[in-house]
C-alpha cells in the first residue's frame, strides 16, 4: 500500500524519525490550518483548526506500505497518542475527522494514482485548556506572541544589567562568584580613571 503522509509545520524541516521515501511535494490537500495549539514550552504550532482560512500542504509517501505501522511511525516522531494520527483509506476514514478536511481529501486522494491512504497529525487546538477556558482566536494568538516577545526583551533586559553589575564592580572587589563568572567570559570591564579620587584604576 501507499501511504501519503500528509505535512505543514516541523515536519517538512525537522523530520526526525520519520520514514518516507520520497521528498516533500508542495501539491498536497488544502486543508484549514493555524497556529492555534500551544506547545509545552510556549511556542505555536500549525494544527489543522475548522474554520481556519485553508493553506496548501505538503506530502511524502511513507517507507512503510501497511497503515498501522505507518502511522505508528508517525506517532513516534510527533510524540504524541496513535489516535492523534488520523487517516483515510479509500475504504475508511479515522473517526472524528472535521468534515471539511474529509471531503478535501475525498477529493484530493483520487487524483493521486497510485496512493492509497492517507495519514497526517490530527491534533487539536488545546487553546482553552492552556488559556483558562479562552477560545482560540487570532487576536489571542498575536497576543501570545507579543506577550513572549515581551517577556524575552525583559529576560534579555536583566541578563544585560546583571553582567553589566558584575563586570563593573570595582577592580579591587574579586569576590568568588566574580571570579567564577570571569572564567565563563564575564570580563572584569576597565571603569574610567575619572571616577577615582588620589589613585588610578589597577
Known sequence: MNIAVIGWGSL???????????????????????FARVSEDGRLTLVIHPGSAPQPTYWALSELDEL??????LKEREGCPLANIHYFPLDEAS?????????????????????EAVIWTGLK????????K???SIDEAVRHLEKLDEERRQARATYD??????????????????????????????????????????
Not at 125 to 132: A, G, M, S, V, Y
Open 12 to 34: 517538512l524541516w525537522c523530520r526526525g524519525s520519520l520514514r518516507i521515501r520520497t521528498k516533500w511535494r508542495g501539491d498536497g490537500p488544502v486543508l484549514p490550518i493555524e
Open 68 to 73: 498501522r505501522a505507518a502511522r505508528r511511525n
Open 125 to 132: 487546538t488545546n487553546w482553552e485548556e492552556k488559556f483558562d
Open 95 to 115: 473517526p472524528s475527522i472535521p468534515p471539511e478536511v474529509e471531503t478535501e481529501l475525498g477529493s484530493w486522494l483520487p487524483k493521486h494514482k497510485g496512493v
Open 161 to 202: 544589567r546583571a553582567k553589566e553589575y558584575v563586570q563593573n564592580a570595582p577592580p579591587s572587589i574579586q569576590t568568588e562568584v566574580r571570579k567564577l563568572m570571569r572564567e565563563r567570559g564575564w570580563a572584569d570591564a576597565k571603569l574610567s580613571d575619572l571616577l577615582f579620587e588620589g589613585e588610578r584604576e589597577k
Open 134 to 136: 479562552r477560545a482560540f
